[in-house]
């Protein structure tokens, strides 16, 4: 008799602790995907991200980071991400454009002033209501993050007016928002996936890229490209998404942590744009790059003819409205 009350008070003890140690033992490892390095914006963010998820969750959520594209280029992942293979990513919109087609209004060329307008506009009711679209096509969209102005860079020559463009061969994201306002220059815009593209730098497949400073100086392209041209054509965001199937899953204060940790990465890809646009520049010209200033009122009258085509797209009033917003 005692024997069996003795295994039974045992029994009891041993799934005591193991409820004890459930909690510790049930921290859930989510999978973080981008396409550039760790000392990148996106890598920045990335990490700020990871600090407030398993901060604000006592540890029971982890981020593993997948940088330099590991998990496939920005279409794929946000497929994945769809499908739940992947569970979290920062991305361009260059990419979402083909998932939620409204994006797409932020990259028509020269339509924000400087980062602070860009940045009044995202915070504000029309990027907000943005981000609304996107669980309609299967996909959270947690903050929208920053990777600043695109400038151009290639091997040919220095572009300072809209003619000087004309004929080089300049690898473009899959966007068909910037590849009409670069055919319309007479550039000849080449789709690329972005893994593929410092292979065709140094192939001579294409002459140049175009991409923020942040972009330029963490995939160090001054290795690869001899002229740095200021175009500053297009602002680019970025967006920090999720799984619907993880998101979905979540305790209303974990949502509200993920949320945070999404508006954390956006500030922290922010300052790395601030810096970076303040030292990359100088960074790039000690590496070898030649760096021209361009007419930038050149550049828009001749990109000009591209905007019935943004207006018919998406709608006249949301583009003057952005255009517009002080």
Known sequence: MRKTWFSKLMLAVSVAGVFAATPAMAAKTLKMAYALSTNSHYGV?????????E????GQFKIQQFPNSALGGEREVIEGIQLGTIDLAIVSTGATLNFVPKTGVFDIPFLFRDLAHARKVLDGEIGQKMLEEFPKRGLIALAWGEQGFRQMTNNTRPVAQ?????GLKVRTMENPIHIAAF?????LATPMAWPEVATALQQGTIDGQENPMSVIVSAKL???QKYLSLTSHVYGPALVLMSPAVYDGLSAADKATFKKAGHDAAVAMRAYVDQVEKSGIEEVKKQGMQVNTVDHAAFQKAVE????????QFGKELVESIRNTK
């Open 45 to 53: 963010g990335a990490e700020a991200f990871a600090k407030t998820v």
């Open 55 to 58: 901060g604000g969750t006592n």
């Open 162 to 166: 809209p003619a000087d463009a004309k």
């Open 183 to 187: 055919r319309e220059l007479g550039v």
């Open 222 to 224: 001054p290795q690869l």
């Open 305 to 312: 003819p591209v905007y019935p085509q943004y207006y018919k």
